[in-house]
């Protein structure tokens, strides 16, 4: 009674430590992994500071356009003077009279308002500048988000991969344990030879070792995925999504490039950013105009030295003009400038250039890689479907007499052999199709 009750509790220990285990797995979908890592990715969020701070430079930059209102207050101790003092005609006016009375307090308030007339469209061009710079900076952002799905997908496919070339040689091991199994009872009848028994031993050691580097492959591909999108690198996640890819087709290359050139967000920013240098230039041109405002100011004071004779007393005043100022001559500083910015500007003009060459090359062999994933893929299952009906007959016949021990060994080589090919064929299928919908900005 008591073995039992021990036997019981044991039974019961193993149970929990197994739902535990079960209970600390988690699964995730290829959608699932791509939404985690888009939240918990620092890359990302240093993106979307860029852009958040190329805004905030865009609405300063437009914010120069409109009027601007200054505030400023002063108050001053003055020392002690003689009074300024203009001797009046005996008789009529008697004394003297006080033109400059001392006052040692003096308190000032006023406030100043410009508006920008015309500033060799120096303004409106640097805001311009700003906003197509912020513009960029959001595609920019599209862009690292783009590499960022892709490399959480090829981070995904490849522990797929990983994982199931762990099942395939856990079976492999299985398979061939059972043969060696089968060939030592034969072995025991004087039906097979000491020779045919190591043969299988060999066998299931090399399968071992291949069993035992898939599991460590496992582990390196988790950590790989588990970096990429943020998560705790010691958990233990299970890919759920199924690596059996649904074969998709896409429009002709030719579709394809001309869909990359217009969708693609690093074209995008550049294209921006060749906007943003063009009113560089136009900016770095008004250093030849001159600059026209708007100026108005209002003074509260004590004493207001606009009002004579000045009092110990608050007075208002105010004043409205407008002010141009011009560089007769700086050294020809806006020649340099406006050099310097078309020299910039030609130069990302063919840095653009050059990016849709780059782009046409990329999504060409991307699309000719994907039409090859999909073909692979028919060839290996072909070839898995031929190598199982091979391994059946092979050992039906084997276990009939009628075959050769080495004839099912290798059997069993070429069945493992075509199912790591198509467990292949099918992740490279997945990322070429990442790849291509990447390529030709798609993937989000």
């Avoid at 969020?45 to 009027?67: F, G, I």
């Avoid at 490849?158 to 030592?184: F, G, M, P, Y």
């Avoid at 690093?266 to 560089?280: F, T």
């Avoid at 060459?357 to 890689?369: A, F, H, M, R």
């Amino acid at each position: 009674m008591k073995k039992q009750m021990i036997g019981l509790w044991a039974v019961a220990i193993v149970t929990l430590s197994n739902s535990d285990s079960l209970a600390q797995k988690r699964m995730l979908t290829v959608e699932e992994s791509v939404k985690i890592g888009l939240e918990n990715s620092k890359i990302l969020h240093a993106s979307l500071m860029r852009a958040d701070y190329a805004d905030a430079k865009e609405s300063e930059a437009s914010a120069s356009l409109y009027p601007s209102l200054r505030l400023q207050a002063a108050y001053l101790k003055l020392s002690s003077v003689p009074e300024f003092r203009i001797p009046l005609p005996p008789g009529i006016f008697p004394g003297n009279a006080v033109v400059f009375p001392i006052i040692l307090n003096y308190y000032s308030a006023r406030a100043t308002v410009q508006q920008p007339l015309f500033t060799g469209w120096r303004l409106q061009s640097m805001a311009d500048n700003a906003s197509y710079q912020a513009e960029a900076s959001h595609r920019d952002l599209d862009r690292d988000k783009a590499e960022l799905i892709y490399g959480i997908r090829a981070a995904y496919w490849n522990l797929c991969q990983a994982s199931d070339v762990k099942r395939l040689a856990d079976e492999n091991v299985t398979r061939i344990t059972a043969h060696l199994n089968d060939i030592e009872n034969l072995s025991n009848q004087g039906l097979a030879t000491n020779n045919e028994v190591l043969k299988v031993r060999v066998q299931l050691s090399n399968a071992t070792i291949m069993q035992s580097d898939a599991e460590n492959a496992v582990r390196i591909a988790a950590l790989s995925f588990n970096s990429t999108i943020g998560i705790d690198l010691n958990s233990d996640v299970v890919p759920s999504s199924p690596l059996t890819s649904t074969e998709r087709d896409f429009p002709e290359v030719q579709q394809l490039l001309e869909a990359a050139l217009t969708r693609r967000p690093d074209v995008q920013a550049m294209e921006w950013r060749l906007q943003a240098l063009d009113a560089g230039i136009t900016a770095a041109r008004a250093g030849w105009l001159p600059q026209i405002f708007l100026t108005g100011n209002y003074y509260y004071a004590r004493p207001n030295s606009r009002i004579f004779p000045a009092k110990d007393k608050f007075k208002d005043s105010w004043d409205l003009g407008i002010s141009l100022q011009i560089d007769l001559w700086n050294n020809l500083t806006a020649l340099h400038q406006t050099s310097a910015a078309k020299a910039q500007y030609e130069q990302t003009k063919d840095a653009l250039a050059t990016m849709k060459d780059g782009i046409t090359l990329e999504v060409t062999q991307s699309y000719l890689n994907f039409n090859q994933a999909k073909q692979r893929i028919r060839l290996s299952q072909l070839g898995v479907e031929q190598a199982n009906e091979n391994y059946r007959i092979t050992a039906e016949k084997f276990k009939a007499g009628l075959t050769t021990n080495s004839e099912l060994l290798d059997a069993e080589v070429l069945l493992l052999q075509t199912k790591l090919q198509l467990t292949q064929a099918r992740v490279d299928y997945e990322l070429a199709e990442a790849r291509l919908e990447k390529g030709i900005g798609t993937l989000n």
